[in-house]
């Protein structure tokens, strides 16, 4: 009987290129359609969600995290409107007519500040939380030495390399 | 060498009526009673001091109690042996212990005898007395003598201080003469080297040993001499000259010199005082001898003597013995002549004796081996080896020390008795002096093997400094009867192992407790005389730490009590209690250590030290405390590693602040915008 021949392994790389090919020629094929389409609602949210762009810019933070915060209750701020664009009449007239009104950007872009707010807000309440919680866990560590040091003496407080050191010390002079 | 007391000589005569006692008396064993401030001074010994003492049972009795010195060690073997045993022609011991002797202010050694009436012989060594009448002699004292020799010699007992001023009359009419005292010093202790034969008398007085029945026998023959004489023909004579006249002319020669004597007299004297040890009358010789055998004396044997004399320190030596005597006693400028080869020379062609010349050079070679640094040892052990070729008769003789095998034991006692350094002694036999003595006998000995291996063993003890070993540890072994000579028992005579512990629960009542109950006699004392095997305590007792010693004095007192008792030391150990604190420390738990201090006082009172160390030295317990140690050590380095990190983490706490708050901010802001759309959505549809 012949010997089974190994299946022959393709290289990841081939792989990850025949997907990424996929994709490309996926979203080229549905990426005209999907524009055209919706192309009102494409416009709408680009000009409503300008300021999760801008925080996106701005933010120099490593994690940048401040566009998430801003994007959600940018987002929550333009919902209503959109919903008036797709059950209203989805137009390019409808979506100009919902920007150029002024209280309806107000209330989009306000909550994108409010987004900033929220940003800017919750780092000094985590940090007064940490420090509540670390203090009590520094007094519940005291309190755990201070019950070794009656039980056990001075000694327990000492490492070997103390010990070491001390040994070395006497020996020297 | 001791003389005998000055006072005696007052006292010569027997009194009329003998002296009772007076004064308040000393109790020995509730029935003795031993007056201190009634002395007997007629018979004092050179060594132990004689009281008068008297027998509850029989007031009649007139006795007498030796006191003896205590940095000297007693004849306890013999002690034992001669206790309420009557022979004729011996001074009747009736008792011997220890009590607190107020002159002394500590207990001493006392030995009672029943007192004898006629008195001394002889005063002193320098008095004169009326010379004995041969009939006399021969007739009555000799067969006595013959009679309580023999019954010693029966005994495996040698009495070793016979000599005329330590021979009594017992009876008023002077019938019966009687050996005195021999336990309270060391064998041939007190002595005067006339008594001795040169090769004994060339020894230190302790070192002598107990030697045999002939050196009894020697002694006799000069007493029986000096009593037919009437005096000392050598009262004038040093011990060096005295030595010196025997080596060279021969002891009979020296003491009779042109004194005449009857036949009967010569024989005796010729083979009493034979050099020869092997020539030497035995006791049943003398027995033939007494019982009325006559043979033609004994003829003095002659060392080889060389065609010319060989020169040292200005004098000239025409015998091997005279010149290792005269080497000896000069021993810096002995190794000069041997080293130029002249001594090999003079044997070869001056005594032409080419053997013992071979053997000379032999050493000598090898003593010009040694390296330059190790030159002076290897000189000093060239003449001590050479001295022994030279006198194979002498003793072994190392610098100033001087001893035959048997008599390293005693030699040792007297000098950590009388706390003299010990150093030549421990130098004797670190150098193995006593091997080359082995080594150069003439003739083979299975004895000797039998010592010489001894040596091996006792140097191997010597060589370890620890407690339990050590310089002590041989003077137990070589003593096998020696008391114990700790200075915290020493007012209480310990002889058997048996006793050291009743005896530091006396100590224990008066003595500071700082000190500890352990020294190196009682460590080596224990070690040596015990019959069980305690060297895990005595490794204990030299370990690091205080708390591992102060464990292994616990355990190896607490074994000797156990198996030997008493049940209870209440006293004894609230003395070992008071040094427990390091073993109550070394434990780390403080709930333990006070447990401990609960317990402790308890077990103190009931007084069992097995019990006491079986609590302290709990195995289960030490592990558990360690464990706990170890894990507690871990936690508090943790924790302290944890307080640390929060101590020194503001930064980074702010950092994460600054992280998570972004984060709760992204997820809030998600969460409400999802919110958002579902109820728009909802309300869109429904």
Redesign the interface.
Known sequence: MAQKKPPKKIPQTASRGASRARITIGLLLLGPPMLFFFLPTWTFLFLAMLPTVVAFVVDR?P?R??W??????N??GV??YL?KLW?EAHTMNNAFKILGNPFDLIVMYGAAGL?WV??M???????????VT?QR??GQ??D??RR??????E???R?DDDGELAVAGRRKR | MAKEPEKKKEAAAPRAEPVKGSGTPIVLKDRFQVYPATPLYDFDLPSATAFACSDKRDPSLYLLAYVCKPELPPRVNVLRTLKGHTMTGLMPLLEWGVAEWPPAGRQCLLVIYQRPLGGRVMPSLDAEIAPLEEHELVKKIMPQMTMVLKELAEKGITHRAIRPTNLYWMDERGEQLVLGDCVTTPPAFDQPVVFESAEAGMCMPAARGSGGNIDDLYALGVSMLMMKMGRNPLKEATTEQILKGKITKGTYSLLVGDERLPLSMIELLRGLLCDDPAERWSVNELELWANGRRLSPLQPKQDKRAVRGFAFLGEEYNTCRELAFAMSQNWDKAAEPMMDGQLEVWLRRGIENKDLADLVGLAIKNAKGAPAADLKQAEDLLVTRILMLLDPMAPIRYKSFSALPLGFGPALAVIMGVKTDPRLFAECLTRDVPHIWFETRPEYDPTNSQIDSMFKDIKAFMLQQAMGYGLERVLYDLNESLPCQSSLVADSFVAEIAELLPALEHTAKKIDPRTLPMDRHIAAFIACRFDYNVERQVTALNDKTAHNQLLGMLSLLGTVQWRLGPESLPGLASWIGAHLQPVVAAFHSRARRRDMEKELPRLVRSGNLPELFAYIDNVEEKRRDEDGFMLAKAEYAASSQEASDIENGTDRRSEEAQRYGHQAAGVISMMMALTALSILLLIRFF
């Open positions: 933070t994690y995290y401040a998430v915060s801003v994007a959600g209750l987002f929550a919902a209503p919903m059950f987004g929220l940003h807000s919750l780092p000094p309440v985590v940090g007064a939380w940490l420090d670390s866990r520094l560590l005291r755990t030495q070794l040091l009656s039980e056990w003496g000694e327990v407080a490492s």
